[in-house]
């Protein structure tokens, strides 16, 4: 989805009459991948994109970094283009550096122009990269090779009707295992498309979560465990619900995976300050807390023996966070070893007409399976 350029309002100044650029030049500014900044002759910001405030490089109508203004002052004086790479604390806590290059232009108009290149970034993306073809060659090699191990069972025990049924059904899981990681790939890669956010309506929270507890209705009662569901009030977010629905069904497999049999799995949906929160808890075997900040991680398994019993493919919680990433949310994790987990995801409240049309009612479901009331 292209990020539309934002309007900063600017004091008064000698090149205050430049109020606006051309319509070219923003149409073309808003499809660059590179953070994007336009000031006038005296460095007032006329437009920023939304991620050159993300990284604290405009706070209103002031660069916040010196070397970026300074750049921009040196071009406006001569109108010579420059381009540098630099190491800055990123504003305003200066805890993080960023690494940046920078590529400054004068527009011709009174406008200058700043394009910025986050390359810690770029650097991490190609080492995600490397590490996810290496990641998905060995993912797959696994239910490939039992494939083909246990065809040649099959056809050794061509004459033992048992042995090729047993056979047969190891086949067939290890084809769902393999369809399933297939799938995920394929989803992930969609997330971490150019666009993927071209079918956004706004979406009831409650519809959500009521349809992700539906796909893992036999999943939980197989297990004998309940699915309680709690909604304060009646929520909405702009988003796409197909992603919305994959994020929360990815959670609540999780959950269930990671359960005693006869346990509860809890969903609890709120809003606090125009944010809702999906909270998904368990009373499972917990993470070890060396573990917490890689959970998101891509084929990153807490209990890869758990993993392969289960089926799970290690990209659900990975796309969980691409998700939330894509709606402008974030998501989060707490966990203690032997008691349970709790995720929640975050994302913006919708506040349009549709959601101050909506009832204040509260709506508690719960899915059956046994019988066992959900411990706090």
């Given at each position: 989805?292209?990020?539309?350029?934002?309007?900063?309002?600017?004091?008064e100044?000698?090149?205050?009459?430049?109020?606006e650029i051309?319509?070219e030049?923003?149409?073309?500014?808003?499809?660059?991948?590179?953070?994007?900044?336009?000031?006038?002759?005296?460095?007032?910001?006329?437009r920023?994109?939304?991620k050159?405030?993300?990284?604290g490089?405009?706070?209103?109508?002031?660069?916040?970094?010196?070397?970026?203004?300074?750049l921009?002052?040196?071009?406006?004086?001569?109108?010579?283009?420059?381009?540098?790479?630099?190491?800055?604390?990123?504003?305003?806590?200066?805890?993080e550096?960023?690494e940046?290059?920078?590529?400054v232009?004068?527009l011709?108009?009174g406008?200058?122009?700043?394009?910025?290149?986050?390359?810690?970034?770029e650097r991490?993306?190609?080492?995600?990269?490397?590490d996810?073809?290496?990641?998905?060659?060995h993912?797959?090699?696994?239910?490939?090779?039992?494939?083909?191990v246990?065809?040649?069972a099959?056809?050794?025990?061509s004459?033992?009707?048992?042995?090729?049924r047993?056979?047969?059904?190891?086949m067939?899981?290890?084809?769902t295992?393999?369809?399933?990681?297939?799938?995920?790939?394929?989803?992930?890669?969609?997330?971490?498309?150019d666009d993927?956010?071209?079918?956004s309506?706004?979406v009831?929270?409650?519809?959500?979560?009521?349809?992700?507890?539906?796909?893992?209705?036999?999943?939980?009662?197989?297990r004998?465990?309940?699915?309680?569901?709690?909604s304060?009030?009646?929520?909405?977010?702009?988003a796409?619900?197909?992603?919305?629905?994959t994020?929360?069904?990815?959670?609540?497999v999780?959950?269930?995976?990671?359960?005693?049999?006869?346990?509860?799995?809890?969903?609890?949906?709120?809003?606090?300050?125009?944010?809702?929160?999906i909270?998904?808890?368990?009373?499972?075997?917990?993470?070890?807390?060396?573990?917490?900040?890689?959970?998101?991680?891509r084929?990153?398994?807490v209990?890869?023996?758990?993993s392969?019993?289960?089926g799970?493919?290690?990209?659900?919680?990975?796309?969980?966070?691409?998700?939330?990433?894509?709606h402008?949310?974030?998501?989060a994790?707490?966990s203690?070893?032997?008691?349970g987990?709790?995720f929640?995801?975050?994302?913006?409240?919708y506040?349009?007409?549709?959601?101050?049309?909506?009832?204040?009612?509260?709506?508690?479901?719960?899915?059956?399976?046994?019988?066992?009331?959900l411990r706090?």
């Open positions: 989805m292209t990020s539309k350029l934002l309007r900063v309002e600017h004091s100044g000698p090149n205050s009459e430049i109020q051309p319509d030049v923003a149409r073309i500014l808003a499809v660059l991948p590179s953070c994007s900044i336009v000031a006038d002759q005296d460095g007032n910001i006329l920023a994109s939304p050159a405030s993300a990284l490089l405009v706070n209103r109508n002031v660069m916040t970094v010196r070397e970026i203004a300074k921009v002052h040196a071009v406006a004086g001569d109108g010579d283009s420059r381009e540098e790479e630099m190491r800055v604390r990123r504003p305003p806590l200066g805890r550096m960023l940046l290059r920078v590529r232009a004068d011709g108009t406008a200058i122009l700043v394009l910025i290149d986050d390359l810690a970034e991490r993306v190609d080492a995600v990269r490397r996810f073809v290496a990641n998905i060659s993912e797959l090699k696994t239910p490939v090779g039992a494939l083909s246990l065809a040649e099959v056809q050794s025990a004459e033992d009707p048992e042995q090729v047993h056979f047969a059904e190891r067939q899981m290890e084809a295992r393999l369809g399933h990681l297939v799938q995920d790939i394929i989803d992930l890669s969609r997330l971490q498309g993927p956010l071209t079918h309506n706004v009831d929270i409650d519809e959500v979560v009521q349809r992700a507890v539906e796909d893992v209705r036999m999943i939980a009662v197989d004998g465990i309940s699915v309680v569901v709690a304060e009030a009646p929520t909405f977010v702009f796409d619900a197909s992603q919305l629905q994020a929360v069904r990815n959670l609540l999780n959950a269930i995976a990671y359960s005693s049999d006869g346990t509860s799995v809890a969903i609890h949906t709120r809003e606090i300050n125009s944010i809702v929160e909270m998904v808890k368990d009373q499972g075997i917990g993470i070890p807390s060396n573990d917490l900040d890689r959970v998101f991680e084929f990153y398994r209990d890869p023996a758990r392969r019993v289960t799970g493919t290690g990209l659900g919680l990975a796309i969980v966070k691409h998700v939330c990433q894509n402008g949310g974030e998501c994790v707490w203690e070893v032997g008691v987990s709790t929640t995801l975050r994302l913006p409240t506040t349009g007409a549709d959601a101050e049309n909506a009832t204040n009612e509260s709506d508690i479901v719960e899915v059956p399976a046994m019988n066992g009331d706090s």
